[in-house]
């Protein structure tokens, strides 16, 4: 009976021991794979998505390599007996024991079908010139906006009001990231990854601009109008904040009819067409993108030259045209700070670092070029300026982030986080371009 019994105990141990050696090795695999976990049941887990809601960076290219390759699945225990044993070391306060895990590769007549892995330059490469090209379109985009929503057309923005004239594309924006950057990412995402960085991160990250919309509100500082600040403030965030709810409510409403109205049809293989998985696909598609890219800077280049000397708006937009890319390729950088916190223990995890910095930085500067054309006051040094103002430091900063990171947080077991992260960006932006653009003004008396 004693022999039994310890028999017994020894068998729950090793069933024990071989089931906490699998959840490690779940654990570590998943650490790999950085894609949106199902259930948040941790609040480090938690911490973590919420402040990569926006965007990640380069790090979501590597989480595609990663999650992409699928050559090995775990399946636990109960492995078919052609299965490849992997030994998995689990260290103890005295002893190495040693349990078997079993790793089954994927089935031999699928390993033909396999594409071959993309070498990592191009699918850089690719993903830069999609930001690059999507980022000159928001910029154009923006400019359109003003000019439609601005005192010459609709009359509904203007400079000296608290409906700034970047309020219709910030919320034009938040209301398609609702769309391309939340509900619809992930199908974007199967026919190529780069081209949903370059719609979220590039188009809709350069659409909006945070940078701008702080400039006006330390501009209505000057001027004395504080409560146009506040109401721009707040206004602002509530407008932008229910753009991107409706955004994908709307979005959510399409995809259900668009799933009904094929309901008895079978889709499962229409987007392998038009996958790009291979080296030649995506040759194909840098070559286009660069005939495309070339083709933007050199019409911004040569309008540019012929409208610099007028000092006119349009000499501004191609400027922003040519030096937008830059903006766009430096917040993407940054971006992959998100979710990663301070130090070796990721302290704050739950704060986008990257989207913080790109933001309060770009409104540093904005401030620090405003003041500049306020002491200059030439001509040649407005247009330069204005132009990276618009072009540079509005593709660095982003209000389409920004914001679902700010909805994120308001849906998660923490939602006072929200607004936390929302009144540190804007105190932040708004005292420092204080000091740098507001107490030179008031004290060199510029008009």
Request: with cysteine; proline share 3%.
């Amino acid at each position: 009976m004693d022999c039994e019994n310890k028999d017994s105990e020894l068998r729950k141990f090793g069933s024990s021991r071989t089931s906490s050696a699998s959840s490690s090795l779940r654990r570590r695999s998943l650490s790999l794979s950085l894609s949106l976990p199902k259930h948040l049941n941790d609040d480090d887990d938690e911490n973590e998505s919420v402040s990569e809601a926006g965007d990640i960076g380069d790090r979501e290219l590597q989480s595609n390599r990663y999650s992409g390759s699928g050559r090995l699945r775990l399946i636990g225990e109960n492995a078919p007996e052609h299965g490849v044993v992997v030994p998995i070391s689990e260290d103890t306060s005295s002893v190495t024991p040693v349990f078997p895990i079993k790793l089954i590769s994927q089935p031999d007549h699928k390993k033909n079908d396999e594409k071959t892995e993309v070498p990592w330059v191009l699918e850089y490469t690719s993903c830069l010139l999609f930001l690059a090209v999507f980022g000159i379109l928001g910029v154009l985009l923006r400019y359109g906006l003003q000019k439609l929503f601005g005192p010459g057309i609709v009359g509904a923005t203007s400079d000296h009001s608290y409906m700034y004239l970047d309020l219709p594309s910030n919320m034009v924006g938040s209301f398609l990231m609702g769309w391309f950057g939340v509900v619809f990412k992930e199908d974007i995402s199967r026919i190529s990854s780069q081209l949903a960085i370059g719609l979220s991160t590039g188009f809709l990250g350069s659409l909006t601009t945070f940078s701008g919309w702080n400039q006006k509100m330390l501009e209505l500082s000057v001027e004395g109008q504080w409560v146009f600040v506040v109401l721009g403030y707040l206004l602002g965030l509530f407008l932008v904040a229910y753009s991107i709810i409706f955004g994908i409510e709307t979005a959510k409403g399409a995809n259900w009819l668009y799933c009904r109205a094929n309901m008895d049809s079978s889709n499962s293989g229409t987007d392998c067409h038009w996958r790009v998985d291979s080296c030649k696909r995506h040759l194909i598609v840098i070559l286009i993108l660069l005939l495309i890219l070339a083709s933007l800077w050199g019409m911004s280049i040569g309008l540019e030259v012929n409208e610099f000397s007028s000092g006119s708006p349009k000499a501004q937009l191609w400027l922003a045209c040519i030096v937008g890319p830059f903006g766009v390729w430096i917040r993407w950088f940054l971006a992959r700070l998100n979710g990663r916190g301070l130090g070796k223990s990721g302290l704050l995890k739950w704060v986008p670092f990257g989207t913080l910095i790109a933001n309060v930085s770009a409104a540093c500067i904005m401030a620090a070029l405003a003041t500049l054309k306020k002491a200059v006051n030439t001509e040649k040094c407005d247009t330069v300026a204005s132009g990276i103002q618009f072009g540079l430091l509005g593709c660095l900063s982003t209000v389409s982030t920004f914001i679902a990171e700010f909805h994120a947080m308001r849906g998660s077991k923490y939602p006072w986080r929200a607004y936390v992260y929302a009144l540190c960006t804007t105190l932040i932006s708004f005292v420092l371009g204080t000091v740098i653009y507001s107490v030179p003004v008031w004290v060199e008396n510029f008009n």
